[in-house]
């Protein structure tokens, strides 16, 4: 069942990708939400043979490709779930992209864990959640650049892109939920990650010992 895990997930990616591009709210803002998605997709198709990765990573990249196709296709201020949210909890906005950037957090922080424990010296401990954590951090910043960056460049068209509905300490907050993302993910799931990591990669079994 773990082999057929991957493929099962990429159909899964490919037929949401295929979906949401059915009338999406706004062509644009599809494409620069799912676009790393396609990236994404094309560099571990290129890197399998070699770099094949923890059934743990695959779920979650998954899940992440689906909050951005989700949220590429509606826009994030537009997102169904969000409004439900809103509604139950009495949020004064609609917080799907804080769920977008929790994730962007979370699931960076698996595979640079995954990376970093497979391709350099660090061992499972704080020196690598320290840096994982940073990591994610520093993908956090750069990405609020490139919206900035998008902004600049294609002006009122990127609005639905930003996605700020109004709050100016929007790009803050979307850094402290990848922040929040990050060490989530490590402190619940690196023991499991550990384990499947001895498991596809023996070679670095005494690390963990």
């Not at 043979?49 to 994030?76: D, E, K, S, V």
């Not at 990591?135 to 609005?159: K, N, P, R």
């Not at 989530?184 to 690196?190: F, R």
């Amino acid at each position: 069942m773990q082999k057929k895990l991957p493929l099962f997930l990429l159909i899964i990616v490919l037929l949401a990708l295929g979906v949401s591009l059915y009338q999406p709210y706004d062509q644009l803002t599809w494409f620069l939400e799912t676009v790393p998605v396609m990236i994404g997709v094309v560099l571990i198709l290129l890197l399998w043979r070699n770099f094949p990765l923890t059934p743990l990573l695959c779920c979650f990249l998954c899940l992440h490709a689906l909050i951005l196709i989700l949220g590429g296709h509606y826009t994030y201020a537009r997102v169904p779930l969000g409004f439900w949210l809103q509604d139950l909890f009495d949020f004064s906005r609609n917080h799907y992209d804080r769920i977008g950037h929790f994730a962007q957090g979370f699931v960076p922080a698996l595979l640079a864990r995954e990376i970093l424990l497979r391709r350099s010296p660090l061992v499972p401990g704080k020196w690598l959640f320290l840096l994982v954590t940073s990591v994610c951090l520093a993908f956090s910043a750069f990405y609020e650049m490139l919206e900035w960056w998008t902004a600049l460049f294609s002006g009122d068209a990127a609005t639905a892109f930003l996605g700020t509905q109004g709050d100016i300490w929007d790009t803050q907050w979307d850094m402290f939920f990848a922040f929040i993302g990050a060490m989530t993910a490590q402190l619940l799931l690196g023991r499991r990650h550990n384990r499947q990591l001895k498991e596809i990669a023996p070679e670095i079994r005494a690390k963990f010992f």
